[in-house]
């Protein structure tokens, strides 16, 4: 089997670090990762407390796959109560770090109580301890990184932190790992930061091991060579879509006030990959995660001429660039065209942690107050905080990171910011997190994704993009969304990336990379009841965190204002046709709550 | 006569000139449809596209019925997920 079948637990109150063993009925029936770290959160925690309060806990797990051979076997989850949206929160990334926990001897580590002064925890396979950390507080992601790195002199030593956003508790602070990977949504690094924890550095040699290895690598190779279409994620990344959204009219534009943006062709791939005037190309190169066959990470290099950079040489070197949600987020939501400014933004998120979709979406949302007048330079502190302004992006974007100024308001997340000054409607957000490049509107699908997600506003929960961008019509688009969901939350539970499933892999390879990796038979049947299992439990933890049905919704605008373009011209987001439907096919009742019969046909009762 | 078309997503990089931006200029005659005027592009023949004509989806099973002008505006992608 492929789990490692202990759990790290880290009391940070008493200092106390125990290794237990793995509850094996729970991973049997969730899996890993996001099923068996929300299974233990539901567990041991009432969803009702406080997401930044000693009692909530800190869950990070890695999947049956991670850290074994199976192409993309590098993802971890960080499983919390977010501070972004007072629901379960469940942040995946890449990078290394993962497979580098797993290979340490953990399926999870559980994180509990809170420090009295900033600490790190360091773990080498057994060895663990929980070390000061008053030389890297106050420090960023990248100088923590270096400074840990060099105390260690360990070239394979892997970090997860959080940088000053985190530990200001900016509510859509990240966890990043490797530098420029990151858990990056519904705030999950406030929570650490919470808590006084700076960083997790891992050390593993232990391995993973594997009941019939021979079996497994015959698996994982077949498996591979059906990962056929990776050529364009591979070479033009996640920000090949731009041109698609943008095309069919669902690019959400200024804050959603428009679904096209008259400047993407200075963001797309072809901008990122072709020499400026000065002969500065902003791609370097792709990068991939631990494990992955695909590349789709873009490390790019900002112009050392560009005003944001100018006089800063530490940002002339090449990191994690523009992916497409970044791209949407700090350019055409905020009206801004010109790469250089929206890949330094980035750039500050992972320097300082910080979820650039949601910062994106907030200073969105703040432009739109000041167009309107119910801010002013007063209030940003002389800022013309006008939609298309990259000095104006490049300016609050650092002013958040370091919580100066009227950075603290954008820090506060969309919702709070536009209730705080009186135009909550102007919160393009779903349970408080801020939308993904794609608009409800033309996207019916993916209008209901938002409203239903567990954790807010996501496109990662779902997969309604075919049959969004064939027909706008909403029929089937309810079973759509719901099997999706399931089939997400199991992949999102094995230690996999989804990408590949953009790549030429059907759900039966992912089932099949389970099935050679873990104990057990493992069908379709029971892959889609374990994620449905799990996308239930998730609900159940919302439910008893106090949200109901009146959260499974959208922005007044995607309701109730027409797209003026595109293939949802002239329509708004069906949504109350659609979520009656929807509860249905999840066996809920009329308010969006499980029935008995369901929650006994999961075993959830 | 000319006309561009706009090729985005996965298919752009089956066309002619790889990386550009995306814009690929064509001849037609008068009287064309959409369908003749696509047979010019080497698209993958078993990859779904997505055809979009002066803003319109075009069903595929539409593409030999629409008529083609000059100053139309034509983009083909490729329906893609995820970002």
Same mark, same amino acid.
């Given at each position: 089997?492929?789990?490692?079948?202990?759990?790290?637990?880290?009391?940070?109150?008493?200092?106390?670090?125990?290794?237990?063993?793995?509850?094996?009925?729970?991973?049997?029936?969730?899996?890993?990762?996001?099923?068996?770290?929300? &299974?233990?959160?539901?567990?041991?925690?009432?969803?009702?407390?406080?997401?930044?309060?000693?009692?909530?806990?800190?869950?990070?797990?890695?999947?049956?796959?991670?850290?074994?051979?199976?192409?993309?076997?590098?993802?971890?989850?960080?499983?919390? =109560?977010?501070?972004?949206?007072?629901?379960?929160?469940?942040?995946?990334?890449?990078?290394?770090?993962?497979?580098?926990?797993?290979?340490?001897?953990?399926? $999870?580590?559980?994180?509990?109580?809170? !420090?009295?002064?900033?600490?790190?925890?360091?773990?080498?396979?057994?060895?663990?301890?929980?070390?000061?950390?008053?030389?890297?507080?106050?420090?960023?992601?990248?100088?923590?990184?270096?400074?840990?790195?060099?105390?260690?002199?360990? %070239?394979?030593?892997?970090?997860?932190?959080?940088?000053?956003?985190?530990?200001?508790?900016?509510?859509?602070?990240?966890?990043?790992?490797?530098?420029?990977?990151?858990?990056?949504?519904?705030?999950?690094?406030?929570?650490?930061? !919470?808590?006084?924890? &700076?960083?997790?550095?891992?050390?593993?040699?232990?391995?993973?091991?594997?009941?019939?290895?021979?079996?497994?690598?015959?698996?994982?190779?077949?498996?591979?060579?059906?990962?056929?279409?990776?050529?364009?994620? !591979?070479? *033009?990344?996640?920000?090949?879509?731009?041109?698609?959204?943008?095309?069919?009219?669902?690019?959400?534009?200024?804050?959603?006030?428009?679904?096209?943006?008259?400047?993407?062709?200075?963001?797309? %791939?072809?901008?990122? #990959?072709?020499?400026?005037?000065?002969?500065?190309?902003?791609?370097?190169?792709?990068?991939?995660?631990?494990?992955?066959?695909?590349?789709?990470?873009?490390?790019? =290099?900002?112009?050392?001429?560009?005003?944001?950079? &100018?006089?800063?040489?530490?940002?002339? =070197?090449?990191?994690?660039?523009?992916?497409?949600?970044?791209?949407?987020?700090?350019?055409?939501?905020?009206?801004?065209?010109?790469?250089?400014?929206?890949?330094?933004?980035?750039?500050?998120?992972?320097?300082?942690?910080? *979820?650039?979709?949601?910062?994106?979406?907030?200073?969105?949302?703040?432009?739109?107050?000041?167009?309107?007048?119910?801010?002013?330079?007063?209030?940003?502190?002389?800022?013309?905080?006008?939609?298309?302004?990259?000095?104006?992006?490049?300016?609050?974007?650092?002013?958040?990171?370091?919580?100066?100024?009227?950075?603290?308001?954008?820090?506060?997340?969309?919702?709070?910011?536009?209730?705080?000054?009186?135009?909550?409607?102007?919160?393009?957000?779903?349970?408080?997190?801020?939308?993904?490049?794609?608009?409800?509107?033309?996207?019916?699908?993916?209008?209901?994704?938002?409203?239903?997600?567990?954790?807010?506003?996501?496109?990662?929960?779902?997969?309604?993009?075919?049959?969004?961008?064939?027909?706008?019509?909403?029929?089937?688009?309810?079973?759509?969304? =719901?099997?999706?969901?399931?089939?997400?939350?199991?992949?999102?539970?094995?230690? $996999?990336?989804?990408?590949?499933?953009?790549?030429?892999?059907?759900? !039966?390879?992912?089932?099949? $990379?389970?099935?050679?990796?873990?104990?057990?038979?493992?069908?379709?049947?029971?892959?889609?009841?374990?994620?449905?299992?799990?996308?239930?439990?998730?609900? #159940?933890?919302?439910?008893?965190?106090?949200?109901?049905?009146?959260?499974?919704?959208?922005? &007044?605008?995607?309701?109730?204002?027409?797209?003026?373009?595109?293939?949802?011209?002239?329509?708004?987001?069906?949504?109350?046709?659609?979520?009656?439907?929807?509860?249905?096919?999840?066996?809920?009742?009329?308010?969006?709550?499980?029935?008995?019969?369901?929650?006994?046909?999961?075993?959830?009762? | 006569?000319?006309?561009?078309?706009?090729?985005?997503?996965?298919? @752009?990089?089956?066309?002619?000139?790889? @990386?550009?931006?995306?814009?690929?200029?064509?001849?037609?005659? /008068?009287?064309?449809? /959409?369908?003749?005027?696509?047979?010019?592009?080497? /698209?993958?023949?078993?990859?779904?596209?997505?055809?979009?004509?002066?803003?319109?989806?075009?069903?595929?099973?539409?593409?030999?019925?629409?008529?083609?002008?000059?100053?139309?505006?034509?983009i083909v992608l490729a329906p893609v997920k995820g970002g």
């Amino acid at each position: 089997m492929s789990w490692q079948q202990k759990i790290l637990r880290v009391n940070l109150t008493t200092g106390c670090c125990n290794i237990e063993p793995l509850n094996m009925t729970w991973a049997n029936e969730y899996l890993g990762q996001r099923g068996l770290g929300s &299974k233990y959160l539901l567990e041991e925690m009432d969803p009702a407390v406080d997401a930044l309060s000693v009692e909530n806990k800190l869950v990070i797990a890695t999947g049956p796959l991670t850290g074994t051979m199976a192409s993309t076997g590098g993802r971890w989850s960080v499983i919390t =109560k977010g501070p972004l949206t007072d629901a379960i929160a469940c942040s995946n990334s890449g990078g290394k770090f993962g497979a580098e926990l797993k290979l340490a001897g953990y399926d $999870l580590v559980i994180i509990e109580g809170k !420090s009295e002064k900033a600490v790190y925890l360091h773990i080498e396979n057994e060895k663990v301890e929980l070390c000061d950390a008053s030389e890297v507080w106050g420090k960023t992601v990248w100088e923590t990184e270096g400074l840990l790195q060099k105390k260690y002199s360990d %070239p394979l030593m892997r970090f997860a932190s959080i940088g000053q956003a985190g530990e200001n508790l900016c509510r859509y602070a990240c966890i990043v790992n490797d530098l420029h990977r990151a858990a990056g949504r519904s705030g999950v690094g406030a929570v650490m930061g !919470s808590k006084n924890l &700076k960083t997790i550095a891992v050390r593993g040699t232990v391995g993973v091991k594997n009941a019939n290895p021979e079996h497994f690598m015959k698996t994982v190779n077949a498996v591979n060579n059906r990962m056929n279409d990776r050529e364009g994620m !591979s070479r *033009d990344g996640t920000l090949d879509m731009i041109d698609v959204t943008n095309s069919i009219g669902s690019l959400p534009t200024r804050n959603n006030r428009q679904v096209r943006f008259e400047g993407t062709e200075k963001l797309n %791939p072809s901008a990122m #990959q072709t020499p400026n005037e000065n002969g500065h190309t902003n791609l370097i190169t792709n990068g991939a995660c631990f494990g992955c066959t695909i590349g789709c990470g873009r490390i790019c =290099k900002i112009d050392p001429t560009h005003f944001s950079v &100018k006089d800063k040489p530490q940002y002339h =070197k090449a990191s994690g660039g523009l992916e497409y949600e970044s791209a949407y987020a700090l350019g055409a939501a905020c009206g801004v065209d010109d790469i250089d400014a929206a890949t330094y933004a980035g750039f500050l998120c992972n320097e300082y942690g910080m *979820d650039p979709i949601s910062l994106g979406g907030s200073i969105a949302a703040a432009m739109e107050l000041f167009d309107i007048g119910a801010i002013t330079e007063k209030h940003t502190g002389g800022i013309k905080l006008e939609f298309g302004s990259a000095q104006a992006l490049v300016t609050i974007s650092e002013m958040t990171a370091r919580s100066e100024g009227f950075g603290q308001d954008i820090a506060m997340g969309s919702k709070r910011l536009t209730q705080k000054y009186g135009h909550p409607d102007f919160s393009m957000s779903v349970k408080g997190q801020e939308f993904a490049g794609y608009d409800g509107r033309s996207m019916q699908g993916m209008g209901l994704a938002y409203a239903t997600n567990n954790r807010g506003a996501c496109h990662m929960r779902a997969d309604p993009y075919e049959s969004d961008f064939n027909t706008t019509e909403i029929e089937g688009k309810a079973a759509i969304v =719901k099997n999706s969901q399931d089939e997400i939350s199991f992949i999102d539970s094995s230690g $996999l990336c989804l990408f590949p499933g953009g790549c030429g892999w059907t759900l !039966s390879d992912y089932l099949e $990379l389970v099935d050679g990796a873990c104990e057990g038979t493992w069908d379709m049947d029971r892959l889609k009841q374990t994620g449905e299992r799990i996308w239930n439990l998730e609900r #159940q933890f919302n439910l008893l965190a106090g949200l109901s049905k009146a959260d499974d919704t959208l922005p &007044k605008r995607i309701l109730e204002e027409p797209a003026e373009v595109g293939i949802g011209k002239g329509l708004v987001c069906r949504l109350g046709e659609m979520l009656p439907e929807y509860y249905e096919l999840r066996g809920w009742d009329e308010e969006g709550r499980p029935k008995a019969d369901t929650l006994a046909r999961l075993g959830l009762n | 006569m000319q006309i561009t078309i706009k090729v985005f997503g996965k298919l @752009r990089h089956y066309m002619p000139a790889g @990386r550009s931006a995306g814009n690929y200029l064509l001849n037609f005659k /008068l009287g064309e449809t /959409l369908e003749q005027l696509l047979k010019k592009l080497p /698209l993958p023949k078993d990859r779904p596209y997505l055809v979009l004509h002066n803003d319109n989806k075009i069903d595929l099973d539409q593409l030999s019925l629409t008529p083609i002008s000059e100053n139309d505006e034509i983009i083909v992608l490729a329906p893609v997920k995820g970002g």
